[in-house]
């Protein structure tokens, strides 16, 4: 019903808008101009609004001829099924849509703490951001959280205060709000406007003209400059607060303030003045402009575009570290997503260069070229074929096959080796490096044990070869009946390439596929959308935390293997050893022992059985001898090797799986947990209750210090203690702490740690 609407719609508005207008180079008579291209992101807690305003600003641009609303589930971004439901968004759709001459690209940005990969990479590709209040409820938790991660990217922001209809609206308690929970400078420019207890408008604070939505679906709405005569005290009021606010930008930028000297008093400024001081003020998150608003009803929304074109950075102002790529192409997947007609669709955010249509490019990270085929630029949800786009736009592309969410691409290898090395002798003076660094490759640098080259942090301020978050959680997945089985591989194969932090294996023992993520809500949001994306009735296993086992001490054993099978003799004989190596990499996993007598024989080593040798050996670190989970920090080391002529691959593999369950059985093993690092953000008031919750979860603290009226808390504790956590943190600091969480690393256990671990998983 809904799809039928959205098509519908779709085919009549394809027909009669000018959205021929930008990105196709051929089409194109008026080409938008990169200065005039916003890419935005809006940000808000549940309930806010997002999707009501998102909707508006559609109908309003002329991208949907009409209107959809939430509680009818016929909006144009709320196109999850899950989203509705829960309330929180899920995928990053893009919307691009024209507004007076800009072009506005809308990144939807998911705001769930299980969604770490997407929330990153579409924050990554914004360059501002609307946040949307609900002016009834203020500051809420989740605003909190999409303000610290927003300012971690270092994404200018306007403030939307949202559903002013309500009589319990209060734009003051609003501004104090900002200025007291989000420690931000706020700009008002605007006040409500009622009459008779009814919103109808606005007074815009910069030029003191009162905007009144006259009617209908809030397509019209008329000015009028408010004069001391006509309109005696929302006048006076209006003008103290116009003052007030060019005080305030006066005191924070130099400009305006020489300006206002100039002129002697505020009330001659011109409202160009102070449009300009207030992008200033914006672009260097010195200062936060306030719009006000009912989506609802249909007011203020395009007020709140106008303010994303005056005031919120173009592509040219951000971003500044992949000027290294000069003229060549330079993008970042931020999406990947399953299109039923199109297949596989890749979501690139361009910051230089441009983009053809059939065009090879080339994937840094996974060093690999890749034909793309078609090129489309993203309207709602209708995909427009386009021959060109160009930088600071969004491009989709279908036919990649290896680009994955958070990969850089560039045109060709040579193109990528031109940019590393300029980025390289950039960063020779570090100096440089603090602006072009992203939270990520903060991460990643904290990370490393030793100073990088200079290559080394090109490559890690490039977040080339961004390791994927490991996951946390583990569940078995079950298809409804056989029949479905390959239906379901397809389906998680499909959803893995969408979000890289999935992660799928089979269980060689059982069979069983078993799905791996990074939270609770991660895997059941999987599971849903199984169901109702691909219509298969999965069946999930309850949920484990994913232990990982490594070894005490050390073994060494052998095994012979001569047996007949279908006719055919099979023989081979394996001895192998196996010992704990600290951060052995996946390379060297497998090592050949180099005493003179094993040297001797495993010079007539074939590479065919080395292959298998090696597939047996993976196979065999799948699992433990404690609890099944798989090993890690485990070298092993091939002594000897005999096969018979004839032998199958297979035999020889599970010979040595065989083997390396025995040596491992004795050298024996301990689990080891994940521990995740987590930084809480709690009022000073709330402090003390949430640090004696913190100890009895067995936290480590490292750091607590006080920030603005805020205590933040730097952690490290068991994910087994944290099940639940964002319910417990809410009551204990009455949904005033935010916390964020990612895994640090796995942690051998207290024995009585471990048997409790041990007695979940098994039941005894
Ligand atoms: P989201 O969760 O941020 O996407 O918020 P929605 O757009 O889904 O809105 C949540 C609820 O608030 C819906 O029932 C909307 O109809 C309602 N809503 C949105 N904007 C307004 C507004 O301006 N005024 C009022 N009174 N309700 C609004
Ligand atoms: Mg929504």
Redesign the pocket.
Known sequence: MKSFYLTSNYRKLLKTLSLRRYCSKNEDKKKIHIENIRNIGIL?H???????TTERMLFYSGTIRSMG???HGNTVTDYMEQERQR?ITITSAAVSFPWRGSQINLIDTPGHIDFTMEVEQSLAVLDGAVV?LDASAGVEAQTLTVWRQAAGYKVPRLLYL??L??ADADVGACVRAVREKLHAAPLLLHAPLRYDNRLIGLIDLITLEEIVWTQGRGQNFTRRKLTEKEDGSKWETSVASHRELVDCLSSMDDRLAETVIMQESLDDLESKEIDAAIRRCTLSMSAFPILCG????NIGVQTLMDAVVSYLPTPLQCNRLYNCFEKDLSARAFKVQHDDQRGVLTFLRLYSGEINRNQKIYNLGREKTEQTGSLYVALADEYKPVETVTAGNIAVVSSLKAAMTGDLITSTQSAGNRAKSKLSSMVADRSKVDALMLPSAKQRLQALESEPTDEELAEILLGIGTTVPEPVFVCSIEPPSAAFQSALETALTELQREDPSLRVSVDTDSGQMVLAGMGELHLEIIKERIIREYKIDAELGSLQIAYRETLIGSAKRSISVDRKIGGARQVVKVVMSAKSVKGVSQDKVLKLAKTPDSAANLAHLHPRSLTAVTRGTRSALQHGPKLGCPMVDTQVTLHWFEVGRGTSDSVVASAVVQCLRKVFQEADSVLLEPVMSLEIVCPESHSARVLADLARRRADLHHVQLRNQNKVIECLAPLSELLGYSSTLRSLSSGLATFTMEFHSNRQMAPHDEEKAIRNVTGF
């Not at 549940?46 to 009501?52: H, L, V």
């Open positions: 808000a549940i309930d806010a609004g997002k999707t009501t609303e939430v509680h309330g949307v949202n559903k209809d309500r009912s989506s609802y009803k």
